[in-house]
């Protein structure tokens, strides 16, 4: 008989369960990770095919769910090929770098509160740190090692340069990921995700023109900016469509895989390429959209939040920003490598700055005791000066374009008149005679 309890996990809860209980608990982690890599490439497939008006994998299987079986035996069964020139050990352990790195984030993320497992009370979690957050990005820019030794290893310029793209792009966006958790840590005061997730339970109320107005509790309202670039830099740091420059097939073949035959270490690579998205969900759902809370309406039962129920309310937000990965995939093109670079330092990174700036000023304001009046008059005057000086930038550069686009239609219609004012002689096609040499007509079917 499994008991459950009705209690938020703190720090104090972990680092006292059984051996064997954690060793449930990590089992019971890699099954669940194992099975969303299978089901999750077939769910993919299946989303974009409709999407698409195609009927995706249909054959293996009932609804082709034994597609993504088929395809991870033949990988692990396919001859393991070795090019020349590559450095055999590196090559090895790129793949593998990739994957545990992602396997061992999951155990600071809270499934759950604590419940009553085989008789022992314990936390739906594995295990919690007083930097959880940080060590998620640490484990993120640990796995990005993986992809440049792999790039390196293979000793291809295509490869060289997918593992090179990664490196620049991960640095770029992991720095834009964490000011966008400041936010998020002004308001729970912690960096311990049981604990964020705890200070979700309730937004309180706010005192405006003497009414006491209710606050929502999920992180998404209260701090939209940074759930917004977190949402960005997420599709930059697991490399996603419009971001997986790392892999650009156009120009760089196959990126830093191109040497990677479809064997088991390309398997592994393509597991850890999805461990990395379901990573960034997890963290999305923890950090902004209430962890394992249930939603409103089903909040308003009793029951909602106790027990294993908090797993399956998990698990549909888990589904839902996945649908959400998969449907930007579907709908929009890969961007330019400048074009990423820029969004990320010069768009992101300067927005991220401004907004903390703005968090942390209505944070000391609230916690010295001024009128919530006065500190959302102050935030709002803040918001429309800087959409303000925004807009007035923005006109000028839209001004700017349009004066350069003007500049080249004008060059352009010069050409057009005089084909050699831009130093070109380029004969006019529309003239039967050039230099006084009568154009000579070719019959047809002559060579």
């Not at 034994?66 to 090929?81: F, I, R």
């Not at 993120?140 to 792009?169: C, E, I, K, M, N």
């Not at 990921?177 to 109320?205: C, D, N």
Request: with cysteine.
């Amino acid at each position: 008989m499994i008991h459950v309890l009705a209690a938020d996990p703190t720090l104090a809860d972990f680092g006292k369960d059984p051996v064997w209980i954690s060793i449930i608990k990590a089992v019971g982690i890699f099954v669940f990770l194992m099975l969303s890599v299978l089901f999750g490439v077939w769910f993919e497939r299946k989303l974009i095919s409709r999407m698409q008006n195609r009927y995706g994998p249909n054959r293996a299987g009932k609804f082709g769910l034994l597609q993504s079986v088929a395809d991870g035996v033949k990988m692990g069964l396919k001859e393991d090929l070795f090019p020349r020139t590559v450095d055999k050990v590196v090559y090895l352990l790129a793949p593998v770098i990739m994957v545990i790195p992602a396997f061992a984030t999951f155990a600071i993320v809270p499934f759950g509160p604590m419940v009553n497992m085989f008789g022992v009370q314990t936390p739906l979690q594995l295990t919690d740190l007083p930097v959880a957050v940080l060590f998620v990005l640490a484990m993120g820019a640990v796995s990005v090692y993986g992809v440049v030794l792999a790039g390196w290893s293979s000793r291809s310029p295509y490869a060289l340069l997918g593992g090179l793209r990664s490196a620049a792009q991960v640095v770029s966006y992991e720095v834009a990921m964490g000011l966008s958790f400041v936010a998020v840590f002004l308001f729970a005061g912690t960096l311990s995700t049981s604990e964020i997730v705890a200070s979700q339970a309730s937004g309180g109320a706010l005192e405006l023109f003497g009414m006491s107005i209710p606050m929502p509790s999920w992180n998404v309202v209260l701090l939209l900016p940074s759930f917004l670039i977190y949402v960005v830099c997420a599709f930059g740091e697991a490399a996603r469509i419009p971001f997986d420059l790392p892999e650009g097939e156009g120009e760089l073949v196959g990126g830093f895989q191109t040497e990677y035959s479809s064997s088991l270490k390309f398997a592994l690579i393509m597991m850890g390429e999805y461990l990395h998205t379901f990573i960034a969900s997890a963290m999305a759902i923890t950090l902004f959209l209430g962890g394992w809370r249930a939603p409103y309406p089903i909040s308003l039962w009793d029951g909602a939040n106790s027990g294993y129920w908090p797993f399956l309310w998990f698990f549909i937000k888990f589904v839902l920003v996945f649908c959400f990965v998969v449907w930007v995939r579907a709908s929009l093109p890969r961007v330019r490598y400048d074009q990423l670079m820029a969004l990320g330092w010069k768009v992101l990174i300067p927005l991220n700055l401004a907004w903390i700036l703005l968090v942390a000023t209505v944070r000391a304001y609230r916690m010295e005791g001024v009128d919530q009046t006065t500190v959302l008059v102050i935030a709002a005057v803040v918001l429309v000066g800087a959409f303000a000086i925004w807009w007035r930038f923005d006109a000028v550069n839209q001004r700017r374009k349009e004066a350069a686009k003007a500049q080249v239609e004008a060059e352009y219609e010069e050409l057009r008149e005089e084909p050699t004012a831009g130093g070109f002689p380029v004969p006019p096609l529309d003239l039967p005679h050039y230099h006084g040499v009568q154009r000579k007509e070719v019959p047809s079917g002559s060579n």
